[in-house]
């Protein structure tokens, strides 16, 4: 059973950076779309940012020269980069890992099976 754990998230003024974690267990396949999802409060859960077992990313346009995904070589351990966040980041993130024959942010969050807890973040001043 996949299970993922997210870590990193807090509070932070507009134009400051944080990093989120996820560590994933419980599989040895790792061909896997990996992703980083998000949901405000009244909002629908979005993609954020999504990176492909070959290394291949995508983000949505909200966060693009502004967030960073990555993965180590065991492609376990994922991470998401943000920096210059504003108040519309606020939401909680969400990590997720599924075996998918696409990856990219135009996914919804129904293709995919895995999901981690969560971890707010909320940028305020």
């Known amino acids: 059973q996949v299970r993922l754990v997210e870590s990193g998230g807090g509070s932070v003024q507009p134009g400051g950076s944080l990093t989120l974690s996820c560590v994933a267990s419980g599989y040895t396949y790792a061909r896997f779309c990996m992703g980083w999802f998000r949901q405000a409060p009244g909002k629908e859960r979005e993609a954020v940012a999504t990176i492909n077992y070959d290394g291949r990313t995508d983000y949505q346009n909200s966060v693009k020269g502004r967030f960073t995904i990555s993965q180590d070589t065991s492609r376990k351990n994922l991470y998401l980069q943000m920096n210059s966040l504003e108040p519309d980041d606020t939401a909680i993130y969400y990590c997720?890992?599924?075996?998918?024959?696409?990856?990219?942010?135009?996914?919804?969050?129904?293709?995919?099976?895995?999901w981690g807890e969560g971890t707010q973040v909320t940028v305020s001043s």
């Open positions: 997720t890992a599924d075996r998918l024959p696409v990856c990219n942010t135009g996914l919804r969050d129904e293709y995919f099976a895995n």
